[in-house]
């Protein structure tokens, strides 16, 4: 593993992994973007599949031994379906790409006709879904508005076998080999046992869009 060049792990919900797999999402819009040059490579965390609730006993209906429910509903939580290109891959590092380029978008992208759907197209989002997720609303002053930004995805490489994301490592330099709970109190200590390995720096919770890691050596994304 090198800590010397910077990748990015970003998280992406199971829907619009299984688009990307597919081939038919390649953009995808974010409200913030690394301070990296393109091209850089990304990898790509599929997140928890979303669970809903199936009714399994009303009041006065029979259950499976026989016996008549009272009371409350009885619920079973399940995970939605999955589509079978993602199927018992969340919560995985499912594949890398190439990020080649990213756009910038602002609500002036929007003011010419036909301008920001050109922009996001590959991104299976509408304008008006871009716009909500921006946060760009018609009577807000266009200082308050925020940029957005299409990253591009070139390169698709989808793994064979997902892979944790304890195989992963945040980027640091060299001589800031320190883990976490050092980094926190902005000294190495000789005692912690992490900071003079990886083990200290290994990513442990998935980002709530995207975070910075070490860039793993061909060997390591196979």
Same mark, same amino acid.
């Given at each position: 593993? %090198?800590?010397?060049? #910077?990748?990015? $792990? ?8 299984? =688009?990307?797999?597919?081939? #038919? ?11 990296? *040059? ?22 006065? *209906? *029979? ?38 380029? !990213?756009?910038?978008?602002?609500? =002036?992208?929007?003011? !010419? ?7 996001? =197209?590959? %991104?299976? =989002? ?10 760009? #609303? ?17 390169? $698709? ?6 892979? %944790? $994301? ?13 883990? *976490? ?7 190495? %200590? ?10 200290? $720096? ?21």
């Amino acid at each position: 593993m %090198s800590l010397k060049n #910077k990748a990015v $792990l970003i998280s992406i919900r199971p829907e619009w992994c299984d =688009l990307i797999v597919r081939g #038919k999402k390649t953009i995808e819009v974010r409200k913030t973007r690394p301070k990296l *040059e393109t091209p850089f490579k990304a990898y790509i965390y599929c997140t928890k599949a979303p669970q809903h609730l199936i009714t399994i006993f009303k009041d006065g *209906e *029979e259950t499976m031994d026989g016996e008549i429910h009272h009371g409350k509903p009885e619920f079973l939580k399940c995970d939605k379906y999955l589509p079978d290109s993602i199927r018992d891959k969340n919560q995985m590092v499912i594949g890398e790409f190439t990020c080649d380029d !990213i756009d910038r978008i602002t609500p =002036l992208t929007s003011s !010419i006709p036909g301008n920001l759907e050109e922009r996001i =197209l590959g %991104s299976c =989002l509408t304008a008006q879904q871009v716009e909500a997720y921006a946060g760009w #609303k018609g009577w807000m002053r266009l200082a308050d508005c925020r940029d957005a930004y299409c990253w591009h995805i070139f390169g $698709l490489r989808v793994y064979k076998k997902p892979k %944790s $994301l304890f195989d992963f490592h945040r980027a640091v330099d060299e001589d800031e080999l320190w883990c *976490e709970k050092c980094a926190v109190g902005g000294k190495k %200590s000789t005692s912690c046992g992490f900071c003079y390995g990886l083990d200290g $720096l290994r990513i442990r919770r998935p980002p709530q869009s995207w975070c910075y890691v070490a860039e793993a050596e061909e060997d390591d994304a196979l």
